[in-house]
């Protein structure tokens, strides 16, 4: 039967290995390591017990020339350079802490010059972004797209919670007012203006009713007996119609204290400029009567322009003209010169005439 043979690359390299790692020797007293059986690995044990005492003689023998050469000074000083250089090139590749120095507060006189921590070059743009304005458009066409979808799938949904419409009952006589702006934030979507008729309150008497009109002062329309206020000092809808329902309350405690009902304070409502109604005159409104009576005005005009027409009255200015015209005169035609039609040139480019003659 033939020898199996298979190649000496994997129990060479697992005995190198072990030798590189398990000899431990100064440069003095070097010696030659000996091949032994109980220092392969498993694996390599396994295919040196199938091997015939003439493969296992040539093996022995490959190893120990392997690890000679492996251990000798110039293949050691190689790899020891190569370990440095490697362990040099891993070090230069870690990325370096920078620490951050605080930074120096600077005093009066050096106000509006440049730190020079924060004078440097910028970052490298590499082509992986878009730029702040782009990014300002993606967002609002996700917004639309959003609004888009919510006008698509979920407002349909809310007319099944439609309810008709009924005026408020006499018991709410506070009118509040919102100002929203889709989505956006806004200064003015906190305002909340407030209205109500001084006469709508319960529980007023008249005299009452007068001495809450004197303290709402200048917010008080004495044409429509409307009272109007608004409130943005809070972050909020929701404070400062708290703010504007609290004021109220205080307003008709105070008007319903009989203590002091102001009848030595006049009624002030020169703040209030009150604007004309103009109302259209009720002649001139176009009945029945009234059309008829502009078609009959409008037939007695043409008739008598056409009845004019005829006896010759009505001047025709074309006419006129061309009489006229034929009324006057020939003119004769008089022969004047060339020279004397023409003004006399002057200046640079009578100059040039007389150099090309």
Partial sequence: MPSRRKPLISP??????????????????????????????????????TLSPEERAEYEETSQKIHEHMTSPAVESKLQEAVSQAVQELAAEEPKLELKTPKVKHGFLSMGEEDPQDIGEDDEFEGDDITSTAH????????????????????????????????????????????????ETHPAAKKIVLEFCTRDLPGLTETQRIKLVKLVGPRYNPETDIVKMSCEMFETQAQNKRYLGDLVDTLMTEAQDDTDTFDDVPLDFRHHKYKPKLEFPE???????????????????????????????????????ETWLKAQPQRESLNIPREARTPERKGRILRRARTTE
């Fill in 136 to 183: 300002g458009q993606l967002e609002q066409h996700r917004e639309i797209r959003e609004y888009m979808r919510i006008a698509a799938w979920e407002m349909p949904m809310l007319s099944k919670l439609a309810k008709p419409f009924s005026p408020p009952p006499l018991d709410h006589p506070l009118r509040f007012r919102y100002t929203t702006y889709m989505g």
């Fill in 12 to 49: 060479v390299v697992s005995r190198v290995q072990y030798f590189h790692r398990s000899t431990v020797y100064r440069d003095d007293d070097r010696k030659p390591d000996v091949f032994e059986v109980s220092s392969l690995s498993p694996e390599s044990r396994d295919y040196y017990n």
């Fill in 283 to 321: 002649r001139w409104r176009m009945t029945k009567y009234r059309k008829k009576q502009l078609d009959l005005d409008r037939k007695q005009r043409l008739l008598a322009e056409r009845d004019r027409e005829e006896k010759g009255q009505i001047a025709d200015g074309v006419r006129a003209i």
